[in-house]
């Protein structure tokens, strides 16, 4: 038993640190905050600047359309980062008889992508106001 205290030991000692801080930060805030209610304290704060109208004003359809394409591109570059750090010509993690499989399913997605692109191009979503 005294083995098994005194291998752990630090990691008990920072668990009570980590446990001491969470309860104590909350705690000292509240404790010492101003309590000062104002107006200007009370009105509803939106990213920094002041709410004017409606809170469920509609959003133009670019905006959704441009974040599909982040997450578009985004998902592209996810699926090919792996495909390029294994596709070596030594050492390669791809055996040699996929090689030319895989490298032509690499370009059929990427055509896909590209078509995907260009369609968003000629429909005028990169064009803001």
Request: glycine share 18%; proline share 5%; charged share 25%.
């Given at each position: 038993m005294d083995f098994f205290?005194?291998?752990?030991y630090p990691v008990f000692m920072y668990l009570v640190?980590?446990?001491?801080f969470a309860i104590a930060a909350p705690l000292t805030a509240h404790l010492i905050a101003p309590r000062k209610v104002t107006p200007?304290?009370?009105?509803p704060y939106e990213s920094g600047m002041d709410?004017?109208?409606?809170a469920r004003m509609?959003?133009?359809v670019k905006f959704y359309l441009i974040a599909i394409l982040f997450l578009v591109f985004d998902v592209e570059l996810l699926f090919l980062y792996p495909w390029a750090a294994t596709n070596q010509t030594t050492g390669s993690l791809i055996p040699s008889a996929f090689k030319d499989v895989v490298f032509w399913e690499i370009q059929a997605f990427l055509l896909t992508v590209v078509v995907a692109y260009i369609y968003a191009w000629r429909?005028?979503?990169f064009k803001w106001r």
């Open positions: 205290l005194g291998t752990y640190v980590v446990i001491g200007v304290k009370q009105m709410p004017i109208g409606d509609k959003f133009d429909k005028g979503v």
